[in-house]
Each structure stands twice: as C-alpha cells, then as structure tokens.
C-alpha cells in the first residue's frame, strides 16, 4: 500500500487581471501548502475504486465525480497498461472551502499512480492529467510554494519562503467558485485594471514578505462576502487576533487564514476563536 499527504493549498494573493476570450479568468497567485491534509492510499489492483472516511467524508462523496477518480482516469487515458487500484481517502479538510482540498486529493492520486507505475514525477502526462482534471491541480502536484498563472496552467519555479504559523477558519458555509467569479461580471476578452501582483522573490525574509504580501489582494474576496457574509464576521476575529500580521481569505472561499508573528500566538489564537466560534472549523497550520 502506497501512502501520501494531501495537503490545503492556500492562496495568499489572487489578483483576476481579465477573463480570456475562451472565457476562463485570468488569475495570478502566490500559492502555499499547509503541513497537513487529507491523506490518500493506494493498494494496487485491477479495478479503480474510492473509498472515502472522515469527519469531512459525507461533503466529498465517493462518486465517479470524486477528483480523486477523474484523475485516474485522465492518467490512464495518456498511459497505455496504466496500473491502478483501489484508494482509501481520509478526509479532513472542508470541502468547497477555497483551499483546494479536492485539488490536493486528485493531485496526491497522480503522485500515487506515478510512483506505483515508475513513471518521473515531471513526466509530462502526469502535468497533463492534472491540467484535464481541474485548474488547481497542477500547483499541487508538487506541493510547494510558487507562483500560480493564467487557469492555472502557468506555474512559476518552486519559491524559498520562511515558514508562516497560521489559522485557518472556515464557517461551514460552502461556497461554489463559478457564481464568485460571476459576481466579478467580466466579460470574455474583458481585463482589469488595478495594480500589479508584486514580485516575490525567492528566499525573502519574513518581514519582506509580509510587505510584499500586504500590497496584494485577493479580488474574489468581495463577490465571496456578497454570497456567503459570513466569511466577513471570520475576517472580522482573524484580524482582531492578537499577533495577527495579516488575514485574507483563500481562493473563492469561505476559508480565510491569518498570519501570526509566531506559532505560540497562532496556537493562542486559534484557542480563543474555537472557544468563541465553537461550530466553526479552526486548524493551526505552518504554512510553506
């Protein structure tokens, strides 16, 4: 049996620069990993199944339309006597929660499938799967800090950022991400104007990097507030937190993160808001 993490993706930034002509937005995004996820096995077989356990299991279903089987089943269209078998999901993230649990699961089955096959992990059919499967799956391929263009296809090199303690929180409210992006009522071919993502360089100190991260935004942050308002009250604690250097919310939601000065404040942090917000989801997390 094979075993891998599935780790949540976090966009610390998301800037919408336009929407293309084939009507996909145009996205730019710094992208980091947590240190823990969901968790993905493989027992290799002949047959392609899922099965799905944990406290998030009945959101994620284990249905022909679980990631987690498109990607198999993009992969073993591009390689010819592909060997699967049968996964084992363990699910704790949220689902549709703007932190790419999903992504992450479909991403985890393709190193899985790589590793049990023989296959690089840069062999090109995996990127292509990961493309044909969703738009977020390609950054998580690889698990690790990078800049995030265009539908996702565009990926920067792999960035050396200083280890960021964190919270994050989502409400229990999901939010689906194509009504987000309506509520931006681009049209194809429309663009943006509105500044530039700034540039992060590789191996910046923390200081810098919360300068930097401060003259970023994520422009889906609004039309998420409009559908679900209480990602504002998450907001709202996160950057009321002592020691909390910044909060944004990730992807399209209705996860937010905030960022602390050091891991005892995130940990106290997160202490105070369970207390608070009993029914809401709090997870401490170093993010990279």
Same mark, same amino acid.
């Given at each position: 049996? +094979?075993? *891998?993490?599935?780790?949540?993706?976090?966009?610390? *930034?998301?800037?919408?620069?336009?929407?293309? @002509?084939?009507?996909?937005? /145009?996205?730019?995004?710094l992208v980091v990993f947590s240190g823990a996820g969901d968790t993905l096995s493989l027992t290799l077989g002949p047959a392609l199944s899922l099965e799905v356990s944990g406290p998030t299991a009945p959101a994620a279903?284990?249905?022909?339309?679980?990631?987690? +089987?498109?990607?198999?089943?993009?992969l073993a269209e591009r390689v010819e006597g592909l060997t699967l078998g049968a996964f084992r999901l363990q699910k704790r993230l949220p689902v549709a929660a703007g932190i790419g649990g999903g992504s992450s699961d479909?991403? &985890?089955?393709?190193?899985? +499938?790589?590793? &049990?096959?023989?296959?690089?992990?840069?062999?090109?059919?995996?990127? /292509?799967?990961?493309? &044909? *499967?969703? =738009?977020?799956?390609?950054?998580?391929?690889?698990g690790q800090a990078r800049m995030m263009r265009g539908a996702g296809e565009s990926l920067g090199p792999p960035l050396r950022l200083p280890l960021l303690p964190a919270v994050l929180v989502n409400p229990g409210a999901p939010v689906e991400t194509r009504p987000v992006f309506a509520r931006l009522g681009l049209k194809p071919?429309?663009?943006?104007?509105?500044?530039?993502?700034?540039?992060?360089?590789?191996?910046? =100190?923390?200081? /810098?990097?919360?300068?930097?991260?401060?003259?970023?935004?994520?422009?889906? /942050? @609004?039309?998420?507030?409009?559908?679900?308002?209480?990602?504002?009250?998450?907001?709202?604690? +996160?950057?009321? &937190?002592?020691?909390?250097?910044?909060?944004?919310?990730?992807?399209?939601?209705? *996860?937010?993160?905030?960022i602390f000065t050091t891991p005892h404040a995130a940990a106290m942090a997160a202490r105070a808001i369970r207390a608070q917000r009993p029914e809401w989801w709090v997870k401490t997390a170093a993010l990279r």
């Open positions: 049996m +094979l075993v *891998t993490r599935a780790p949540a993706k976090i966009n610390l *930034t998301l800037h919408v620069l336009g929407r293309r @002509d084939d009507g996909y937005h /145009e996205l730019e995004s279903g284990a249905g022909d339309d679980n990631l987690v +089987l498109r990607a198999a089943r993009h479909a991403a &985890a089955a393709l190193r899985l +499938l790589a590793r &049990a096959n023989g296959m690089r992990p840069d062999d090109p059919r995996l990127f /292509e799967a990961a493309r &044909a *499967t969703g =738009s977020d799956v390609p950054v998580c391929l690889a071919g429309e663009r943006v104007d509105a500044a530039g993502h700034p540039v992060i360089g590789d191996g910046a =100190s923390a200081m /810098e990097l919360f300068a930097l991260l401060s003259r970023g935004r994520n422009d889906l /942050e @609004d039309p998420a507030c409009l559908q679900a308002p209480v990602i504002v009250d998450v907001l709202a604690v +996160l950057r009321a &937190a002592r020691g909390c250097k910044l909060a944004r919310m990730s992807g399209s939601g209705a *996860t937010c993160f905030a």
